[in-house]
């Protein structure tokens, strides 16, 4: 996986490559970085899903940094862009290209690693659930499951309008999913904190209208949980 870094500022690349280095602290992320936003189409040209998301300066020599991120989402690239710029005022241009974030020059550390911190949980939130169900491989995006029920010596998957039985425990399946997205509220059910619309004390009531019960023992559990979603989320 790879952060793209596109700043004609030299110590700034190599503060944002050491930036990214020391919040990841993983050889599976690895900080590229360019001088021109030619060179940046070049490489997202030749590679593009390689790249997980763009730090991208406003005012470059060449090409500037807004027409090089129209460029890219012209390319129906789906790459988050995280702008840069001294000048606050261009804030207001990142809605133009729904910039994910938009951040200042002098570079601020902490506001930084909330960026990188944001695009990691977009990322979770992205990812799917692999499932064998008929004899072939079904891909479930995160958001889409509601709940997850025990129903005998299977698992049901539900989702909006259908669901999946599977045969497999609740203990190895919450092995297998976020702990940032998932809760396991009661001995037979785990919840899509994406999926919670309100919560009485005894029952969450999901978005598709469903009512999960709560163990005595899980409420305080959920209310964590639920607590962690909605700050890191």
């Known amino acids: 996986?790879?952060?793209?870094?596109?700043?004609?500022?030299?110590?700034l690349r190599r503060l944002m490559r050491e930036e990214v280095n020391l919040?990841?602290?993983?050889?599976?992320?690895?900080?590229?970085?360019?001088?021109?936003?030619?060179?940046?189409?070049?490489?997202?040209?030749?590679?593009?899903?390689?790249?997980?998301?763009?730090?991208?300066?406003?005012e470059l020599e060449g090409m500037d940094g807004m027409t090089a991120s129209?460029?890219?989402?012209?390319?129906?690239?789906?790459?988050?862009?995280?702008?840069?710029?001294?000048?606050?005022?261009?804030?207001?241009?990142?809605?133009?290209?729904?910039?994910?974030?938009?951040?200042?020059?002098?570079?601020?550390?902490?506001?930084m690693a909330e960026a990188l911190k944001a695009l990691d949980t977009m990322q979770i939130r992205n990812r799917k659930m692999v499932i064998s169900h008929d004899g072939q491989d079904v891909y479930i995006p995160y958001k889409d499951i509601c709940f997850i029920k025990i129903e005998n010596v299977y698992l049901r998957i539900?989702?909006?309008?259908?669901?999946?039985?599977?045969?497999?425990?609740?203990?190895?399946?919450?092995?297998?999913?976020?702990?940032?997205?998932?809760?396991?509220?009661?001995?037979?059910?785990?919840?899509?904190?994406?999926?919670?619309?309100?919560?009485?004390?005894?029952?969450i009531i999901m978005c598709n209208g469903n009512r999960i019960p709560v163990s005595r023992n899980k409420q305080k559990v959920f209310k964590d949980c639920i607590a962690r979603f909605l700050k890191e989320c």
């Open 1 to 11: 996986m790879k952060i793209a870094i596109c700043d004609d500022d030299p110590r």
């Open 23 to 58: 919040f990841y602290r993983s050889l599976d992320v690895l900080p590229v970085t360019f001088s021109y936003a030619e060179q940046l189409i070049d490489a997202l040209e030749t590679d593009p899903e390689d790249f997980f998301c763009i730090f991208m300066d406003i």
């Open 70 to 111: 129209r460029l890219i989402q012209e390319k129906n690239l789906d790459i988050p862009i995280i702008l840069l710029s001294s000048h606050s005022e261009f804030a207001m241009e990142g809605y133009e290209i729904s910039a994910f974030r938009f951040l200042t020059k002098p570079l601020n550390r902490h506001k």
């Open 158 to 203: 539900q989702l909006e309008r259908q669901y999946y039985l599977i045969r497999d425990t609740l203990k190895k399946c919450m092995n297998r999913l976020p702990t940032l997205l998932f809760c396991q509220v009661h001995r037979s059910y785990v919840v899509n904190l994406q999926q919670v619309k309100s919560f009485d004390g005894a029952y």
